[in-house]
Each structure stands twice: as C-alpha cells, then as structure tokens.
C-alpha cells in the first residue's frame, strides 16, 4: 500500500471517459512495444474545441489512471491546450507516480497527440509541423520499467 497516490487508485478503480466514440473525428493509437499496452484516444472536435473524448487502454493500471486524467484535462478545453499536454501534468493531476510507472504517463500524452495529428491530417493539414514527429514510445527514451 501507499505505492499509489489516492487519485491514482480513483482513476484505475473508476477510469473517466472509457469507451469508443462513433463519431469521433480524430482517433490515435499508440502503444509499449515492450509491455506491449496500448492505448486508444478518441477526440470529437468542434469548432477548435475538444467537445468529447473517450478511451481504451490495454494495460497497467497506471496506463488506465494516466489516460482516465489525461481525458479529464483535455475535455472542453481548445485543440491549443489540448497540445499543451504534458505527461508531467497528467502525473501532478494525479499527485505523482511511483517513477518506475512514469513511462505509462508518456502513452497518455502521445494517445492525445496522436489523436490530434489525426484531427489534424483528416482535416487536410499536415501535423508534423503543428506537433513535430510523433515518436514510437520506446521503454529506453523514458528510461521506465514495464514491469514485465
Ligand atoms: Fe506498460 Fe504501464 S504502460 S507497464
């Protein structure tokens, strides 16, 4: 016990914003080649807002409480803000995380990112340079254990 702030065990125990969205219009999916989790980012934008998102995640429960947090911050908020999203603000929300499970935070932000340079292509706009490259998240660029 104790390993897990109390936010984090609310997030994992009863995850916000869990599901699909039929009529989402930017979806980004990205995943833990090592752990092999995977997260789904579904955004419906309207009028330069992010008017709904949903996920799904395949993983630890850090990757659930990570993406259940990182939909809270981004809902309602501007498509800017929503860039702004930092894996390091997802963790402050939830009063911190052990840091061999600070990898896990990383999926959330680039599901969000992904999801975003997705709105981004259907919409006729080329991504790359409004969110530069989107890097596969590898275990060796966030130095994270999966616990595998
Ligand atoms: Fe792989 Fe958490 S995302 S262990």
Redesign the pocket.
């Given at each position: 016990m104790g390993m897990y702030s109390e936010k984090v065990m609310n997030h994992f125990a009863n995850p916000r914003n869990v599901g699909e969205l039929p009529d989402a219009n930017g979806v980004g999916e990205v995943g833990?080649a090592?752990?092999?989790?995977i997260?789904r980012m579904y955004l419906k934008v309207e009028d330069g807002r992010i008017a709904d998102v949903k996920f799904m995640t395949f993983?630890?429960?850090?990757?659930i409480a990570t993406s259940s947090m990182a939909t809270e911050l981004i809902k309602g908020k501007s498509i800017e803000d929503a860039l702004k999203l930092t894996n390091k603000a997802v963790v402050e929300a939830l009063d911190g995380l052990p840091p061999v499970?600070l990898?896990?935070s990383v999926?959330a932000e680039q599901a969000v990112k992904a999801a975003l340079a997705d709105y981004y292509t259907r919409q006729g706009i080329d991504p790359e340079p409004i969110l530069g490259k989107l890097d596969e998240h590898s275990?060796a660029s966030c130095g994270?254990d999966?616990?595998?």
């Open positions: 833990n090592k752990c092999g989790d997260m993983g630890c429960g850090a990757a499970k990898h896990c999926l275990c994270g999966c616990g595998a």
